[in-house]
Nanobody, 125 residues
């Protein structure tokens, strides 16, 4: 059974930081790129970041580049998203996902991707 459980969201003031964590299991890391996407109320889903499960290369949406850092600990089946210099426009539900890919400058979910319940990040101005 595939499981992805995100945690670490909360309320933070603009300029602050949060660290999201995701515990995952039930799939082969060689076949699925891990990462994060978010969805704000009334907006489309946005791929935020992914980490290559094989070589560890990381990729980011332009909107978070330089502020967010993705990392993973494959031995512990964990992936993390360190979010610094948060802005009100970062407010969204953040989801940990397996099965992300890059299409041009965008990070998207592939057919057959998995994700779990998200964690809400609220950034106040």
């Amino acid at each position: 059974e595939v499981q992805l459980q995100a945690s670490g969201g909360g309320l933070v003031q603009a300029g602050g930081s949060l660290r999201l964590s995701c515990a995952h299991s039930g799939f082969d890391l060689n076949n699925y790129q891990l990462g994060w996407f978010r969805q704000a109320p009334g907006k489309e889903r946005e791929g935020v970041s992914l980490i290559d499960s094989i070589d560890g290369n990381t990729y980011y949406a332009d909107s978070v580049k330089g502020r967010f850092t993705i990392s993973s600990d494959n031995a512990k089946n964990m992936v993390y998203l360190q979010m610094n210099s948060l802005k009100p426009e970062d407010t969204a539900v953040y989801y940990c996902a397996a099965g992300l890919f890059r299409k041009g400058n965008e990070i998207q979910l592939r057919v057959g991707a998995y994700w779990g319940e998200g964690t809400l990040v609220t950034v106040s101005s």
